[in-house]
């Protein structure tokens, strides 16, 4: 089986082949150009589809929340003009006549991670990405669980500061404005006047002024994971994100969470994310093979 494996974020379209044992070939990408609108996207998508021959299934893995049943965008923010709506499946399958899956960015991100990496032979476990914001995925009993409205595990957007700063969701306090890698950027710049990429900090690590910084933006992490784990009882959290590749992030929340959590629950492991930016493509493609 040949499938088409997409990832439609707000800044690239990422693309490759994978075959029927889910390596990913010919990897590409082209600027998403959201601005041109959700329609336009899904158009530039058909054209690539179109240009290929012999794909069995298209996996398609986007920014937004989807109703993965009917392949459409339940709800996107304007970082995509018209992306709300975009019956995505319908189109794509109208238009090529290809079975073609579609999923939520960090959904595909879990299930790739379930079928091929960190979370591999777990049945039941959480995902998060720190990045920009953060994303949340919940896997449970061997499957997506995605809610009343497709949107589920949105973390991110927890409270965990009353009354704290303002978010991108039109609320404030939330887990995202203190937790994120942009949030860790945003402190280091705000209490040492260091303008810094991720990278740059954790280079700057054996400075005390930034090491309190990074020390103080774990204790925010571990707030939010620690409800999270009073919520699923889980034995894994996946967490992704580039920032998450500095292993002190992952080992000083796994020594928190060993002495702070109530005994029955400090089972959990937290661990990276394993299969970096081909999770949500492989995501993708597989539940695509098993239309
Ligand atoms: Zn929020």
């Not at 998403?32 to 240009?51: L, W």
């Amino acid at each position: 089986m040949k499938i088409l494996a997409f990832d439609i974020g707000g800044t690239e379209i990422k693309y490759a082949f994978c075959d029927e044992n889910f390596n990913l070939t010919e990897k590409k990408s082209i600027p998403t150009n959201a601005h041109e609108g959700g329609k336009r996207i899904i158009e530039r998508v058909v054209e690539i589809i179109k240009n290929c021959d012999g794909i069995d299934r298209i996996g398609i893995s986007t920014a937004g929340q989807v109703n993965s049943i009917k392949g459409e965008i339940v709800y996107a923010t304007d970082s995509i003009p018209g992306y709300t709506g975009t019956k995505i499946k319908e189109i794509i399958e109208a238009e090529t006549g290809i079975p073609t899956a579609v999923e939520n960015d960090v959904n595909s991100a879990a299930i790739g991670e379930a079928a091929f990496g960190a979370a591999k032979d777990c049945d039941s476990f959480i995902c998060l990405t720190y990045g920009t914001g953060i994303g949340g995925a919940i896997y449970l009993d061997n499957k997506l669980f995605t809610g009343n409205s497709f949107s589920a595990g949105e973390f991110g957007h927890i409270v965990t500061h009353a009354g704290g700063r303002s978010c991108t969701c039109g609320g404030c306090g939330c887990y995202e404005a203190y937790a994120s890698a942009g949030a860790l950027v945003r402190d280091v710049a705000e209490k040492t006047g260091r303008e810094m990429n991720g990278r740059e900090i954790f280079e700057n690590f054996d400075d005390p002024e930034i090491r309190f910084v990074i020390d103080s933006w774990i204790d925010e992490i571990v707030i939010g994971l620690k409800g999270l784990v009073y919520i699923f009882n889980p034995s894994l959290i996946v967490a992704g994100g580039g920032i998450m590749n500095e292993a002190y992030i992952t080992e000083k929340i796994n020594e928190r969470l060993q002495t702070e959590l109530m005994a029955s629950f400090r089972k959990v492991k937290v661990v990276k994310a394993l299969m970096g930016n081909d999770a949500n493509k492989l995501g993708a493609a597989y539940l695509a093979s098993k239309l």
